[in-house]
């Protein structure tokens, strides 16, 4: 069994494919790795360039004919999810910078600041734009989130948004799997994924020592903030929840 896949460079997805990424005996082997932001991955999903690949969780509807969710690898917030960040708390928001009009963070600000003019970019163009005064604010994500310039102030938690109004998790990424690949492969997939995922896991300061090869943010305790919040029971195998909170994702932006 050898595939290709394409996954982003976040800690989280470093975590879950290091096995595959270090050629650790007993996981299958990884003909091709590509590994890009976010927004690139998304638009190799619509050109279905991978048979596994990490995608933003409301893209999900536009792939389903070609793609499953794998039950691991599912990024869930809890009460926790982009930053709309400003330089000042009150300022009217205009105009807002999105890390791609493919990804969460895009059509969370689609339906929750329905008025304002949104402005894609790279997600690391995000904070410069809005220091800048390109745009008004922005929605800041990955390792940013959790490390922006002190001269910014947060003006919503667009997880805590999401949960006030849905009472549910915040769905913000997926593994999808093509359905090409038999029902077999695709198990033996998500059980090698959770093994490497434990793995890292158990290994934490040599994963977070691969983690820090990819993250723009090299400081350890900023990766480590990141596996906390975003590596959760749902990461290793989604639940009924987990999968209400995503239908619930994919309505709720299919109207707006």
Not at 149 to 178: A, F, N, R
Request: charge should be negative; aromatic fraction near 10%.
């Amino acid at each position: 069994m050898t595939f290709s896949a394409a996954f982003s460079p976040c800690p989280n997805d470093i975590f879950l494919f290091r096995s595959f990424l270090e050629k650790h005996k007993g996981f299958p082997s990884l003909r091709q790795i590509m590994i890009a932001d976010i927004s690139s991955l998304n638009y190799y999903a619509l050109e279905t360039r991978f048979p596994l690949i990490k995608i933003s969780a409301s893209l999900y509807p536009q792939i389903a004919d070609s793609y499953d969710v794998l039950n691991v690898g599912t990024t869930l917030g809890y009460k926790i999810g982009p930053l709309i960040l400003s330089k000042q708390l009150d300022s009217p928001l205009k105009s807002l910078a999105t890390p791609g009009e493919t990804t969460t963070a895009h059509a969370l600000c689609r339906l929750f600041y329905p008025r304002a003019e949104l402005v894609p970019m790279k997600y690391h163009e995000i904070i410069p734009a809005i220091l800048s005064n390109r745009v008004d604010g922005g929605a800041v994500i990955h390792e940013e989130r959790f490390s922006f310039p002190e001269d910014l102030c947060i003006v919503e938690d667009l997880g805590q948004l999401w949960e006030k109004t849905w009472h549910l998790p915040l769905p913000l990424g997926c593994i999808v799997i093509s359905k090409k690949v038999s029902d077999d492969d695709s198990y033996l997939l998500n059980h090698a994924l959770q093994e490497s995922l434990k793995k890292s896991l158990t290994d934490s300061a040599l994963a977070i020592q691969k983690a820090s090869e990819y993250s723009r943010d090299k400081n350890p305790t900023t990766i480590q903030h990141f596996i906390d919040t975003y590596v959760t029971e749902e990461t290793f195998n989604l639940s009924s929840i987990g999968r209400q909170a995503f239908s619930t994702l994919w309505t709720a932006c299919r109207n707006v």
